[in-house]
Nanobody, 120 residues
Framework: VQLQASGGGLVQYGGSLRLSCAAS????????IGWFRQAPGKVLEGVSC????????SYLDSVKGRFTVSRDNANKKAYLEMNSLKPEDTSVYYC??????????????WGKGTQVTVSS
């Protein structure tokens, strides 16, 4: 199983980045995908998630209207489009794949993060 986030970088205030999450080794289209972030000295927080079929999304209040989550099940990828970035968005961003709640066993996969730094 592999889950790899990429696309981070250094961007100025108000700029944009598109994060990608590439998956392999599991039935991607069965899993909900979540994006999380963790800034230095802070707890991990959920940023956004998208249902397995892509028909339901949710967002952290502070990113609503600026971030958009999407997925391409055919290519086993998920994306986080981030616009109007602010310095407080600076974090390491991770993608997570969670198995459906009705499965008898829970599977929870994490990939290595990608650093996003927003300069003021």
């Amino acid at each position: 199983v592999q889950l790899q986030a990429s696309g981070g970088g250094l961007v100025q205030y108000g700029g944009s980045l598109r994060l990608s999450c590439a998956a392999s080794g599991f039935t991607f289209d069965d899993f909900e995908i979540g994006w999380f972030r963790q800034a230095p000295g802070k707890v991990l927080e959920g940023v956004s998630c998208i249902s397995s079929k892509g028909d339901s999304t949710s967002y952290l209040d502070s990113v609503k209207g600026r971030f958009t989550v999407s997925r391409d099940n055919a290519n086993k990828k998920a994306y986080l489009e981030m616009n109007s970035l602010k310095p407080e968005d600076t974090s390491v961003y991770y993608c997570n794949a969670a198995s459906p709640p009705h499965w008898s066993r829970r599977y929870d996969y994490w990939g290595k993060g990608t650093q996003v730094t927003v300069s003021s």
